[in-house]
């Protein structure tokens, strides 16, 4: 009976105006007299979250009676960006609620603009899981994210006087994409003691007594597929402290603020997200979260499974968890300790069940970034998950001893409790041994770390549990959303959108590379999106670019593996010689625009460094008249998702110019050429995939070559090194002050003149000047370019996060989707 009174979501403009008046007067209690773009952006949210809200529900009842195989996909980064555009098209009705919106007064694109980022992540990593759980929920698979709700994202950054600073980002204020979910609780135990006894049977049995208890609350955000009802959730856990812990005690004996000051300890747990991205510095806090994220998901994951009364030999049938890189690696320590402990299940069955639970994605191969936690630590705070892990070890080296019996040095190598002073329990392993496979992002990626950092667990495990699956990007935020104009252009080609739902369709636009009218209006569009960022540009910085000259983008974290440094290298070479340049030479150049963007992580000196350098540079040749438009040096403040919307459909050349072997895969590479810009990279982690995917021809390759970084590092040790002559003039002019101070660049030119250049600056320096020349040369041809952009275009349908999502649905998690009637 109740069907009848269901609510009934808008389709047309007019009943959305009236949800938006709605929201206004009743949820907002304001007067439609004062609703300003604030108001009226929290109200088109509103609207649209209800929608969902609608088939959110929907989709929840399906997978429940369905009863199919889920995955859980645990990370603790999600970087979502904006949500209303994205929910928008996602639902299919941009259109109405422009018009709508148009009605009530308002432009829908400075309402789109009053959104504050969701930026829970820190870059690649965290924005990879926003792109699946698009592309998760876009083809209808059953789904969950379980991530933190982190009261303060990745800070917002500052350029004050050229140097970064790092300002807290307090998103929370008003976030209508959150549903509190204050009945889903779960109590977290940290710290306390183990207490072994034989039970009337004289089996042992283990229990975890004592110590503190935080109170983990759900907080739910819908997540719309594209072109379906299908809606999934991602799950963020917030921490409060338990009821029963606030301190009645001390309450009561007067001392109000040490009992407020307990409920404020439980809470920093989801207070804020760590910004480093490539550095694992081992704090409690840390851990910490780790353990609170992963026991609040396992404990909603295995109830979820209880309630269906099956066998617990069958939970691999109804659950696969994707661990995103090492950090929710204790999900394997604490599925163990619930069967073992708490469901009494024999180890042997219990550890059959979580190995075939688990799947772990590696996403660096960086030393720094490998996460270890000191033994002292680890006992002190979780003291039953070390005596676990030390139970697993055994057993793991135990069956590695008998098959390679006597080899000492491989039982050291492999250990997860690394024997040094303290010691440290190696995160990595543990994931490997905890999971029934491990995939690297790339390529190449995927075959160093089976010859480098995992070589013994191949030898151990055999090589197929190790495995490949290539990042990709969402094609409805990455190319539909950012750039709105060359999607409908591709759709009006194509008939329709369909290529957003399967991006091989792209294919066909090749067709049209030598297409006159075609060619016009995608260069058109390029421009109108190159004005749209000059736009940008001048309202941030002040400066003023010429739009028809050649954008050069770099935009990513900061991160010494990155060579921002060999970037702003090039550029000073690239002015030294303008300067030298007569008249007549200067005709022949093409003007460039040199952009970079990107965050340092707080404590990293030498990322900071960059970013005031190329501040430096920006200062000095955006106002040296002589040089006007010929170059230009632009550090654009606090990169971030909705900002990388601007940029990146206004790129011609984008750099990945990572030392060969280091990234692992990078992302923003894909997104790049997908909104027809070329690129110029390195041999390093997905530009070898585009390269065989786009053609040799159409990407601008250069450097030395991964199997050769070691003995090039080799040389710069114990070898004689004569320093590139081109970068060493770079270096000169540094010296000579001319941007200011060399003094606060020295730890940048030293780290390649005397310290054993580790990422190849000077190496590739020459390779990398003369193929960004080959840009200039190329760039001089437009009517080439053009065609190169829409081929390379036509040929990206790889690169989709649906195409990666379906890899790992089918050859790791054995997982098929769920489609909604209405789909047919
Ligand atoms: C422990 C500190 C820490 C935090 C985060 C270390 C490492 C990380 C991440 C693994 C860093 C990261 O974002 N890696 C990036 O992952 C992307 C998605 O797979 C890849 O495209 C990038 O190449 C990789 O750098």
Redesign the pocket.
Known sequence: AWKRFQAKPFETKDDFEKEVVRHVETTLARSMFNCDETAAYAAASLAFRDRLITEWNKTQQRQTFADTKRVYYLSLEFLMGRALDNAMLNVGLKDVAKDGLGDLGFRIEDIIEQEHDAALG?????R?AACFLDSLASLSYPAWGYGLRYRYGIFKQEIVDGYQVEVPDYWLDFNPWEFPRHDIAVDIQFYGNIRKYQDDTGKTVVVWEGGEIVKATAYDVPIPGFDTPATNNLRLWSSKAASGEFDFQKFNNGDYESSVADQQRAETISAVLYP?????RGKELRLKQQYFWVAASLYDIVRRFKKTKRAWGEFPDQVAIQLN?THPTLAVVELQRILIDLEGLEWDEAWNIVTKTFGYTN??VLPE?L?KWSVPLFQNLLPRHLSIIYDINQTFLQSVERKNPGDRDLLQRVSIIEESQPKMVRMAYLAIVGSHKVNG?AELHSDLIKTTIFKDFVNIFGPDKFTNVT?GITPRRWLHQANPRLSALIASKLGGLAFLKDLTLLNDLEKFADDKDFKKDWAEIKHANKVRLAKHIKTTTGVTVNPSALFDIQVKRIHEYKRQQMNIFGVIHRYLTIKAMGAEERKKLAPRVSIFGGKAAPGYWMAKTIVHLVNSVGAVVNNDKDVGDLLKVIFLEDYNVSKAEIIVPASDISEHISTAGT?????SNMKFVLNGGLIIGTCD?ANIEITREIGAENIFLFGNLSEDVEDLRHAHTYGNRDMDADLAKVFEAIKGNMFGDANSFSALVGAVENHGDYYLVSDDFHSYITTQDMVDEAYRDQDEWVSKTIISVARMGFFTSDRCINEYAESIWNIEPLVPETEG
């Open positions: 820190n870059g690649g990593l965290g990879l480093n991205d490539s550095l694992d890189d996403h660096t970034a996460e992002v990042n990234e692992a895969s990078g992302t982690g």
